[in-house]
């Protein structure tokens, strides 16, 4: 019999030397981006005036499948990957489940999760350009960090757009990205039109990742050497988040573990998009029939309860228009929710595959999120991002039906980050503060109503 | 020539199946605990009192090299363990130094630091002698979050004494203790005897870790089914902490790696003794002439200027006698100190080894604590905790030597952990506002008036 390793280390030698391209094995394509006045497909020269060239690139590349990781970023990976992938063994044990499950952890990095994988490359390539300069929104502050470490490590300056809401929970979050350099801004401000519009519209308001983005896209484009980088949604990040899902494959493999299910938690899509990459190709083969689960809030629930239409990726509606999941741009999710994936969108390339039957999504409120997460950290060890904690709802879910019949199944489950500066949000739970908000159809009708008329499916 | 990847992991089954008791080792033994009213040496019995049997039986035992780790704790530890030896490439390509650099980086687990190794056999063995229930201090929080984690894993009762101004510093490490079912005490308290006094005595302190041992030791006698484990200091926990050394040797003989130097932050000991054992033990042993660097806050300077001498190990003076390096049991650092450390005395065993020549010791103030901290995260990708970053700054130090001296020498240091939950001391330090404070003589003077009469040296 096999005998697995509480924690999968692959070596240095195993780091994928390529990402892969999902959109170039897709026979179905995502939509074009489209312009939001004349509804035409964006080219490369469109988008280049907001996004490094080489992003640009790679974001309408739909023909190759492997694309390389460049040396500079693969060394700068080899300070926190391969990332591990864990046999949940004392999890398992705790819910007495006949499942075996794993996990692929991303939290073991000063950012506390996976979005490191696509920072490192955009600084990397913005660098490469000659630029000096970057914007980005960042929510529950991740994306920020992550950011910031890079920007520190390639030498560029950095200016972050972060939802005021989370500014305020998370004071030590921004102290960690001003350690390493980058500088704060709450949002919506008084820096930026679009910041003082809405800050007009909704004076009260904590903000939201739409705004946030607006604001930082005006930014980067008043100047040569600044441009704009996105740690979601977009289907580059999707491809540099890909190294996730090869080493999680390469792992599997190298054991023999082969999964019945594959389960994230899906905001934006990028770490979901880019765990299931290699899962998704054998399934677009016909070499597997793995089911695959994405895990979202209930409180904004894109993928369960969106509309598949073309909409603006920011509230200011400046954004190209993205064919997608959405809630619509003016949605914005209740300030009681606390467990981050809070963007109205989806990535285009999970929305397509969505779509086309390939994918399975499901919500959940945020206090079951919270009741896994604490059983999920006594039993394992490691307190989760909220974020991921959806995830590992799904996972417990599923164990606890093979529980119930039985069956031996093989559960491997995206464990994106730690909640090392989510404690408010713990500290809600474990004083019975927390609430559970789900949003009527009348709530949802009010996002709808700002799509973009003419697109609408 | 050798290939040294950026991180060394070794294999599950070469986590250490033994911990190496340094006591069996050295030929000069450390002095024996001594009853603070009888001045006769304690045993087993007397110590029992407070703490689990089988603790205090590794505590009095000289003989045994070896001492098994049992079943149950190596499945704890291979939750997180064996923890990877790191090769600074970055720090050294920053610091363009010809010296190599490697740290042992024990902070991938959610208690953030190596405190981990010894709460996971403390628990254990109060599990087997039947206890239900703990008592500790926590000041920094780190053995706080550790002693409650292992509790929630073997199912036992916690309550935590942590020092007054680190729960208020400190929100969301207190938030962690109580996500993993520890229930937390300010001190002091008005819950103990001792609490009270110093209260009445010094209304408006705090607290010291001093202080909170002296009120969970108090509770820990009150009941049978109650012990008190202490997370630093004592010979027992430097046992534990032995797994830490272990693995750096045993990583460091894989890939042919001869320290020159080996480097570790002191405050209690443990993780300094646990580091260096096996290194120790060549020494001791005539077989190797590494330099053993010992790293402390200028403001709580136990080694550099305090007195070899027996002294209580906590401010209430209840504890048994401890021939330790020490600054007096009535000595309270500077509030305005930042960087943990705080404890006014030091391990027997490395003090001892420190008095007979076999180790050196360094102080340094926290500004320069915290600019090498600032630098090391933004190289290597990792914040560090300010204690841990004692060590940095010593091997910082030690590799500029180098480069202006062109050696090419081999430094391993201990990173003992990560700074997620001391986000408050980096701001000071972002924003300024961090000052260093520095003893005087008079300072120190009056620490030493509260040593105990008959047994200073």
Redesign the interface.
Known sequence: MRKI???I?L??DELPKHWLNLKAVMKDKPEPFLHPGSLKPLGVDELSAVFCKELVEQELNTSDKYIEIPEEVR?FY???RPSPLVRA??LEKTLDTPAEIYYKFEG???S?SHK?NSSAAQVYYAKKQGLTKLTTETGAGQWGTALA?AC??FGLDLTVYMVKISAEQK??RK??I????GKIIPSPSDTTKVGRKILLENPGTGGSLGCAISEAIEVALESDNCRYVLGSVLDHVLLHQSVIGLETKLACDKYDIKPDMVIGCIGGGSNFGGLIAPFVEEKLNGKSDVRIIGIEPASCPSMTRGRFAYDFGDTGQTTPLMKMYTLGSGFIPSSDHAGGLRFHGMSPIVSKLYDDGYLEARSVVQTKVFEAA?LF???????PAPESAHAIYGAIDEAIKCKETGEKKTIVFGLTG?G??D??A??SY?NGEMTDYIPTDEDLEKGFASLPKVAVK
Chains 1, 2 share one sequence.
């Not at 001003?178 to 350099?181: D, L």
């Open positions: 390793p509480y924690k280390h070596t240095e060394n080899k300070m926190y063994y004392c073991t990095n000063t506390g490191l470490m520190a490590y004071p030590y102290a960690v001003e350690t390493y350099g604490t950290s006594r039993s394992e060890g490691i307190l730690t090392y500066f404690m408010t713990y500290m474990n």
